[in-house]
């Protein structure tokens, strides 16, 4: 089992910069797939960015050039760097884990979840 939690959510004004952590349990998830989704209110759970095993990665059109998705297996953690925040980012932030595989963006193809963090970017 794999236990996630995640930590570095608040409230940024726009233009402002937060990090993201997901620190793993259970198990090492060097060899895992580790998402960030995210949730807005009265919006359906989406991608954000992706890092597989290989340190290759994925982004959401919208978040390219701001955020940047980044692994540290020797502490179990992956990272999420988000700058130039928007608004429209404000949601709960989740990370999730799964066996390598594609899809990568599908969130049914994750088996472990955070609890989430709140981001609100808002003047």
């Known amino acids: 089992q794999v236990q996630l939690a995640e930590s570095g959510g608040g409230l940024v004004q726009p233009g402002g910069s937060l990090r993201l952590s997901c620190a793993a349990s259970?198990?090492?998830?060097?060899?895992?797939?580790v998402g960030w989704f995210r949730q807005a209110p009265g919006k359906e759970r989406e991608y954000v960015a992706v890092?597989?095993?290989?340190?290759?990665?994925y982004y959401r059109d919208s978040v390219k050039g701001r955020f940047t998705i980044f692994r540290d297996n020797d502490k179990n953690t992956v990272y999420l760097q988000m700058n130039n925040l928007k608004p429209e980012d404000t949601a709960v932030y989740y990370c999730?884990?799964?066996?390598?595989?594609?899809?990568?963006?599908?969130?049914?193809?994750?088996?472990?979840w955070g609890q989430g963090t709140q981001v609100t970017v808002s003047s």
């Open positions: 259970g198990r090492t998830i060097s060899s895992y797939k």
């Open positions: 999730a884990a799964g066996p390598p595989g594609v899809p990568v963006t599908m969130a049914s193809t994750y088996n472990y």
């Open positions: 890092v597989r095993w290989s340190a290759s990665t």
